[in-house]
């Protein structure tokens, strides 16, 4: 059965859109947003499941700007990487509580917005390609990304110190995730995730993917990028501490 909640879908509007304008747009650095605030109204697990046929969609749509501007030889590191990580959150898949769920991607959120924050991965000096890096940072983007659809911060850690410029940045990243979620397509399939149900609200939420993702790349180079992300993970940040409250109360 389709979800008919209303808070659902004031949660999951925005959500999607955001996350569009950032696939289009922005590297996917707030691609974390859309389960966090969708989990306020549905679990964790259900939102993720929800997401990911649109996550797809999104790739689709946004990849197409940016055809053949990405960084090859760090892909190649990166794709493996990514295999490891969601395969690791494949096999864990069940061990934690939705409760536990809610409070680690709710700490995802929060120590993501707090290291922007800090500056610490600005802090790092430039860098180039690093098989060693590479592949250990995309193994924490793919299984946070299984876990969530939040691997953008690890992908952000390795990438912007490379400094490349932004389009192929966001080229490469946006390859990065096509592949990573349609591989995830395959786990969540035989894990059960992709009910006609969760299908089905995905469906409804399909024409919004086009309209985040072309905003973004609108928006690429007409506002202000700082006060952007400075709203956007504002909203990410106590989001993210909501999650951890509301799980932590069961442990309380």
């Known amino acids: 059965m389709l979800i008919a909640d209303p808070l659902f879908y004031a949660v999951a509007v925005p959500a999607v859109l955001l996350t569009g304008i950032s ?14 605030l969708m989990a306020l109204a549905v679990s964790p697990v259900h939102a993720a499941a929800i997401m990911l046929p649109v996550l797809c969609l999104m790739d689709l749509v946004g990849l197409r700007a940016y ?9 190649r590191v990166m794709l493996p990487g990514a295999v490891l990580g969601i395969l690791a959150g494949t096999l864990t898949f069940g061990m934690l509580s939705e409760d536990a769920i809610r ?20 802090k790092q000096h430039a860098a180039g390609l690093s098989a060693i ?3 250990f940072w995309s193994a924490i983007s793919g299984l946070t990304s299984f876990i969530a659809h939040a691997g953008g911060p690890p992908v952000m850690v390795y990438l912007l110190p490379q400094r490349m410029d932004k389009v192929r940045y966001v ?7 096509t592949f990573v979620n349609a591989i995830k397509l395959i786990p969540y399939a035989w894990l059960g995730q992709l009910s006609l149900d969760n299908l089905g609200t995905s ?5 919004l993917v086009p309209v985040g993702v072309y905003l973004g790349i609108w928006l690429q180079d007409k506002i202000n990028l700082a006060w952007f ?15 951890i409250y509301q ?3 069961a442990y309380i």
């Open 23 to 36: 696939k289009g747009g922005f590297g996917s650095a707030l691609g974390g947003v859309a389960v966090p």
């Open 67 to 75: 055809f053949g501007k990405w960084d090859r030889a760090n892909l």
């Open 103 to 122: 409070i680690l991607i709710g700490g995802i959120a929060v120590l993501f917005c707090v290291n922007n924050w800090l500056g610490l991965a600005a």
């Open 133 to 135: 890096k590479g592949t």
């Open 171 to 177: 080229a490469t990243v946006s390859v990065f995730f």
């Open 203 to 207: 469906l409804v939420l399909f024409p």
């Open 229 to 243: 992300y400075r709203i956007s993970q504002t909203c990410l940040f106590v989001t993210g501490l909501q999650l």
């Open 247 to 249: 799980g932590g109360g």
